[in-house]
């Protein structure tokens, strides 16, 4: 159902605080985060393997992490270095450590073999960090297989019927793609020219409602769950450059359980970038869109029940990006279970 061999966000930056145990589930697998006392982040198995109680609920002693329930003390590497009332310590005393990477403001964590775990291949999302940048965030925890919202972001065309108030439009719907399928990308292009501004633009934009405006969004999906799309409009009546709106919409699908997933988003700009009450703006007006995509994403749960692979009966034309995100995902699931 998912990729191990890849880098997952497992939190954003300020959500690993020093002194405190963070205990999140990805991919199934119940992991407690922290930092170390050198304050690099650490990923561990969230389960003692004395009596298999949340290490989680334990406490952080320096670098040891010691279990609430009996005692037992593990250090960063997840070997047991102490257990309270003998000397020896059985060498299955262990938990599972993971790969952990920190990066462009999130924390990014190797769910499968650790000698591939290379940081390379952490995907590039840098207008998070980039000082020409400035980015509005947030996290939804969605009730919904993470592939559903891998489809919701491959066909934009929704956003006209559930997104009215925001980002809406006929045009989305209307226009049509063109999709470009790569090694490990697809790429989404939808161009709209000519255009009428939807409220969440006319906002960025300083524009009004009937101005023509020419609307486009550029969307590179990358298995299992990293989304990247440029987006932006540009008046027809304005001086070039004039009033011009940019962004990249950055969407970060971890999966927690086979119906659940972690959804880490931004709105990175590079307009207007002194003013705190546009960042405000972004981060209320996004998630409110997204919630908007939670309450539909998790209604279509509802109904696909604990089906692992659903069959959709029918297709139209705005399933292309979709279809062609599954057949590389899947591609890409299939390779790894080869050990290709």
């Known amino acids: 159902m998912w990729m191990r061999n890849c880098w997952q966000v497992a939190a954003f930056t300020h959500e690993v605080v020093g002194g405190q145990l963070l205990a999140r589930r990805i991919c199934d697998d119940a992991l407690v985060i922290y930092r170390g006392g050198d304050g690099k982040p650490v990923a561990l198995e969230d389960r003692c393997p004395h009596r298999f109680a949340q290490l989680s609920k334990g406490a952080l002693i320096g670098d040891v992490l010691r279990c609430g329930y009996h005692g037992l003390c593990f250090d960063t590497a997840g070997r047991c270095v102490k257990i309270p009332g003998q000397d020896q310590i059985p060498s299955k005393a262990r938990v599972r450590a993971y790969p952990v990477v920190e990066r462009y403001r999130l924390v990014w964590v190797w769910m499968g073999e650790p000698e ?7 995907p ?17 925890r969605i009730e919904a297989n993470y592939r559903l919202l891998n489809d919701n972001l ?24 063109a999709i470009e399928v790569g090694e490990g990308s697809v790429r989404i292009d939808k161009e709209m020219p000519g255009c009428t501004p939807p409220p969440f633009y006319q906002f960025l934009g300083r524009l009004k409602g009937n101005d023509r405006i020419d609307r486009w969004q550029r969307t590179v ?8 799309i440029d987006v932006g409009v540009e ?7 004039s009033n011009r709106v940019e962004g990249r919409v950055i969407n970060l699908m971890t999966p927690e359980t086979p119906t659940s997933t972690h959804y880490f988003w931004a709105f990175a700009r590079n307009f207007r970038l002194d003013e705190p009450g546009v960042t405000e703006f972004l981060r209320a007006n996004v998630g409110r869109t997204f919630d908007e995509d939670k309450d539909m994403l998790e209604s279509q749960q509802r109904n696909i029940g604990d089906v692992a692979e ?13 279809t062609q995100g599954r057949r590389l995902l899947a591609s890409q699931i299939a390779a790894e279970a080869r050990g290709s």
């Not at 591939?116 to 952490?122: E, F, I």
């Not at 590039?124 to 939804?140: F, K």
């Not at 491959?154 to 793609?177: K, M, N, Q």
């Not at 659903?310 to 292309?320: C, E, G, L, S």
Request: proline fraction near 13%.
């Open 116 to 122: 591939r775990a290379d940081p390379a291949l952490v």
């Open 124 to 140: 590039d999302v840098h207008w998070l960090d980039d000082p020409d940048w400035v980015a509005s965030e947030g996290y939804h």
């Open 154 to 177: 491959l066909d934009l065309s929704h956003e006209t019927y559930v997104h009215t108030r925001t980002i809406g439009h006929e045009a989305v719907a209307e226009t049509p793609i």
């Open 221 to 228: 999906y990358q298995p299992p769950g990293y989304v990247v």
């Open 235 to 241: 008046p027809l009546d304005a001086p070039p450059g």
């Open 310 to 322: 659903p069959v959709f009966t029918i297709a139209v034309r705005a399933d292309a990006g979709p």
